[in-house]
Nanobody, 126 residues
Framework: QLQLVESGGGLVQPGGSLRLSCTAI????????VGWFRQYPGEESWGISC????????HYIDAVKGRFTASGDNAKNTMYLEMNSLKPEDTATYFC???????????????????WGQGTQITVSS
């Protein structure tokens, strides 16, 4: 059964960078869309970036466009989210998640994501 393991969170100063990793265990991501979500305390998770294996094109919400870059390494079965120019408002818990690539709803939408990483905290503060 496919599982996702995240790593890479932590504390960073405003303007700094972090890279999150999301590694699939027990299977491959070949037939999945992988999304990155963030959750503020007491709120729901919101999609911020995603890549569907069908086209490999990354998508971003406006709040992170130009600062975050999603990518993948098929050989390592790992997806990455490179985050630059981090702001205090990026402070949140970040999750990666996977869903079947055949789902036609925008991969930024939480619908259909049924495999979730454990989440990692990112704190942007001076």
């Amino acid at each position: 059964q496919l599982q996702l393991v995240e790593s890479g969170g932590g504390l960073v100063q405003p303007g700094g960078s972090l890279r999150l990793s999301c590694t699939a265990i027990g299977g491959t991501l070949d037939d999945y869309a992988v999304g990155w979500f963030r959750q503020y305390p007491g709120e729901e998770s919101w999609g911020i970036s995603c890549i569907n294996s069908r086209d490999g094109i990354p998508h971003y919400i406006d709040a992170v466009k130009g600062r975050f870059t999603a990518s993948g390494d098929n050989a390592k079965n790992t997806m990455y989210l490179e985050m630059n120019s981090l702001k205090p408002e990026d402070t949140a818990t970040y999750f990666c998640a996977a869903r079947p690539s055949r789902i036609k709803v925008s991969c930024l939408e939480i619908f259909g994501y049924n495999i979730w990483g454990q989440g990692t905290q990112i704190t942007v503060s001076s």
